[in-house]
């Protein structure tokens, strides 16, 4: 069973920073790794994803131009890096593992436990 674990969540204000990590035990051989993330009572939606190489991302339109996401390797880690952030990304972001890059959470054969994202207006 690989692990997943995400950190760096917190709370900033708008307009603030944030980079979240993941460091997961199949990151070596997952094609694919992501970034989603659920507000209570609400599904859970898809934020970014790359392949192995970074070659291809694919962000949620609300999120192109203020997230990046990123992949060492070598340090089987995955990097959510978040800028320019707004009250409605505040969010539990889970990161995920998987074959495949789709927006559909089905397609994530792993996932970590989350990590709380708050910004304040």
């Known amino acids: 069973q690989a692990q997943v674990l995400e950190s760096g969540g917190g709370s900033v204000q708008a307009g603030g920073s944030l980079r979240l990590s993941c460091v997961a035990s199949?990151?070596?051989?997952?094609?694919?790794m992501a970034w989603f993330r659920q507000v209570p009572g609400n599904e859970r939606e898809f934020v970014a994803a790359?392949?192995?190489?970074?070659?291809?991302?694919e962000y949620r339109d609300s999120v192109r131009g203020r997230f990046t996401i990123a992949r060492d390797n070598s340090q089987a880690t995955t990097y959510l890096l978040m800028s320019g952030l707004k009250p409605e990304d505040t969010a539990v972001y889970f990161c995920?593992?998987?074959?495949?890059?789709?927006?559909?959470?089905?397609?994530?054969?792993?996932w970590g436990q989350g990590t709380q994202v708050t910004v304040s207006a």
């Open positions: 995920a593992a998987g074959d495949h890059i789709t927006a559909f959470s089905r397609d994530y054969r792993w």
């Open positions: 199949a990151h070596s051989s997952a094609y694919s």
């Open positions: 790359t392949d192995y190489t970074t070659t291809r991302t």
